[in-house]
T-cell receptor, first 114, second 111 residues
Framework: NAGVTQTPKFRVLKTGQSMTLLCAQD?????MYWYRQDPGMGLRLIHY???????AKGEVPDGYNVSRLKKQNFLLGLESAAPSQTSVYFC?????????????FGAGSRLTVL | GEDVEQSLFLSVREGDSSVINCTYT??????LYWYKQEPGAGLQLLTY?????DMKQDQRLTVLLNKKDKHLSLRIADTQTGDSAIYFC???????????FGTGTRLKVLA
């Protein structure tokens, strides 16, 4: 049981390049999320999904796209990377325990855009 | 809009108690959470409290909720060096999948 796995862990891009971050979970969770973490700003929600084939925008969706073709995978794409997208990206999935919706996070993907 | 605020830093001596505070604005929050982030890792759930409770205790952790003032605190008894981490407060409103996270409080435990 690996939990939530993110790949790659580190990536350096040049401005204008594209890339995809992959998130995979083996816990059969319905809900999945992509967050970015920046110093002094906590975690901000980029996009989320409430089930296979569905996605929705979070707080900071501009410049990102997502897909959830399979329940266990949630992909985050950057079509044309910008230096402002330099950040640590966290994927999470969630389950419900005693009514509380609890997030399980991956270890993070550190992206640098030059 | 909704907002969650925390102080950025806290330093305590090993063996003392740590108290990390958080204020939130969304009065419809049904659950409030504390997550811990160790260096180079993702966030891990520490504990959570339902909005109709005012206290929850779990071993060394005590969560206090003051709904009137929209104030949440996390007390760690007998703080150890392994407790050094960033602690995030988060709220989730009723009928939403969206969490609002605070900026995180970096706890440093001095030996």
């Amino acid at each position: 049981n690996a939990g939530v796995t993110q790949t790659p862990k580190f990536r350096v891009l040049k401005t204008g390049q594209s890339m995809t971050l992959l998130c995979a979970q083996d816990m059969n969770h319905e809900y999945m999320y992509w967050y970015r973490q920046d110093p002094g700003m906590g975690l901000r929600l980029i996009h989320y999904s409430v089930g296979e084939g569905t996605t929705a925008k979070g707080e900071v969706p501009d410049g990102y796209n997502v897909s959830r073709l399979k329940k266990q995978n949630f992909l985050l794409g950057l079509e044309s990377a910008a230096p402002s997208q330099t950040s640590v990206y966290f994927c999470a999935s969630s389950y419900v325990v005693s009514g509380a919706n609890v997030l399980t996070f991956g270890a993070g993907s550190r992206l640098t855009v030059l | 809009g909704e907002d969650v605020e925390q102080s950025l830093f806290l330093s305590v001596r090993e063996g003392d108690s740590s108290v990390i505070n958080c204020t939130y604005t969304d009065s419809s929050s049904t659950y409030l959470y504390w997550y811990k982030q160790e260096p180079g890792a993702g966030l891990q759930l520490l504990t959570y409290i339902f909005s109709n409770m005012d206290m929850k205790q779990d071993q060394r952790l005590t969560v206090l909720l003051n709904k009137k003032d929209k104030h949440l605190s996390l007390r760690i008894a007998d703080t150890q060096t392994g407790d050094s981490a960033i602690y995030f407060c988060a709220e989730r409103g009723s009928g939403t999948y969206k969490y609002i996270f605070g900026t995180g409080t970096r706890l440093k435990v001095l030996a």
